[in-house]
């Protein structure tokens, strides 16, 4: 017996189902009845059950890219927020190698860098790299805060959202997975960006964004709808499976092939060449 | 805990005002949404929930008998405390009031006071031993920057809705009638209205991004009549007489403005 439908709001404590289903995540079981445990979505693959929350604090996961801020520097490393209850370090020597040089002289407190994350440990110390390509300093651009279970809706299947936004606002866009959203292009346009993607947020759990999305970049930018050129060509229905959590696993499983194969690239390159990586990444 | 702004947020803001922006599209002299509820706690004697934006606080006013002050026996004392909620800001902490929870309470105290919001000479009751002691609780919940305007607006709306009972001495005993319930004498509606200096410029309503990166802050408090009855200062950089001049007039019809919002 199931109580609930596909994508309908829970609160926690509801009942979702009886004992042929299995507890996923974001639910408990009781009394042989699967319970939710948060405020989100529903999620059932066969005969899983999970709770996809509406709100989350970035969890540090190994293989990760993410936004950090420099908030301190230490002997021998810079401490960075990441937009998570857990804070992360940079090794200078992971920048530098076995050479000593002043930190300060490379990223001081305020520098906002685009960094991955190398190794959580046992105690959720977060260890983070700039070895990669793209990963570095943001020079300019501004920041947008958005809950990180919305990212793989931001980014859309393939990379569809993303990229439109990108195609249509003519900035620069990159999506790290705590959340934090960096855009940088024309002023105007990053506004037209920033007010897109929080409205993305809001309505992350509806159906039928893309096409809502498409709307609202037109009415900004002063265009009609049937003008933009990019085509999605997939049935809305399609686009509605485009689900959180499933399009959460793919992306996570192509970032850590990337990072594989990009190890020796070289870490603070220009803006310009980071580009390209970014959207291998996203995609 | 000092929350550290990353510079390419206070580059983008810097620039944004320089060309006569803010990050949110509102002009210099514009507030956020406002709304302001009042009744809300069942408990309390008066009560009000107020928004600016997404800052929102929580104010409840509770009333007691109690012994005046030596020197003022025949008026009634207003107290005021702030609370700054951990959960609305990461760089709240819970303990003690801290600087800004203080400086808070004691602008809108002031404003509120000098103001002569509350006719506090009316709450006596007998001369030199019994007058009413009004506690205002102001608890922000969310911070989204301002809570300066924000606290001074709803403390006078849950001032204005405050009810006492109705006193009687009998047998020189003070006799409470809950029958007959008061509302507290007002006879004044000061507000108070936030700049903050950005790059040069004075920009009313500071939303948390640009509190984060201003370089100095003025908040004017106004009586209905335009007389300034409170005026504080914040930030390290200095104002200059005509920036100050030209606030204090836009504070005069701003005030104004948010004065339509109290019931």
Known sequence: MIFVEDKEIVIPGDILADEEYHSGRGTFKENDKVCSSLVGLVAIRDKKISVIPLQSKYIPKRGDVVIGEVTDIRFSMWNLDINSPYSGFLPASDVFGKEKRELNRTFDVGDVLFLRVVDVDEVKKVKLGLKGRGLGKFRGGILINITPTKVPRLIGKKGSMINMIKDQTHCEVIVGQNGVVWVKGEPSMERVAEKVINMIEDQAHTSGLTDRVRNMLAKLLGIEPEEAEYELGEPESVEESDELEISEEVEITEIIEISEESDELKKSEPPEEKEESKEDEID | ?263
């Open chain 2, 1 to 263: 805990m000092v929350h550290i702004v990353p510079e390419i947020i206070k580059e983008s803001v810097t620039n944004l005002v320089k060309n006569g922006e803010r990050t949110d599209g509102r002009a210099f002299d514009e507030y956020r949404e406002i709304s302001l509820e009042t009744g809300i706690i069942e408990k309390a004697e008066g009560s009000a929930r107020v928004k600016i934006g997404k800052t929102q606080i929580v104010i409840g006013t509770k009333p007691q008998i109690g012994t005046p002050f030596g020197d003022t026996p025949n008026v009634g004392v207003l107290m005021t405390n702030t609370e700054l909620l951990p959960m609305a800001a990461p760089n709240f902490e819970s303990g003690p009031p801290d600087e800004n929870s203080v400086e808070l309470s004691r602008v809108t105290d002031r404003c509120i006071r000098e103001g002569k919001v509350v006719d506090l000479e009316k709450l006596c009751i007998v001369e030199g031993e019994k007058v009413w002691m009004v506690f205002l609780d102001l608890h922000v919940i969310d911070y989204d920057g301002n809570l300066m305007d924000a606290a001074v607006l709803g403390s006078v709306a849950a001032l204005m809705n405050t009810k006492i009972p109705t006193t009687k001495i009998e047998n020189d005993e003070i006799v409470l009638d809950y029958e007959n319930m008061m509302p507290l004498p007002i006879n004044e509606k000061a507000l108070m209205c936030t700049f903050a200096k950005i790059d040069g410029e004075l920009i009313i309503d500071p939303s948390l991004e640009e509190e984060e990166i201003m370089g100095a802050r003025l908040s004017i408090g106004m009586t209905e009549d335009g007389n300034i009855c409170a005026m504080q200062k914040g930030g390290a950089q200095p104002l200059d007489r005509e920036k100050i001049l030209k606030v204090v007039s836009i504070a005069k019809m701003k005030t104004a403005e948010l004065r339509t919002h109290l019931p």
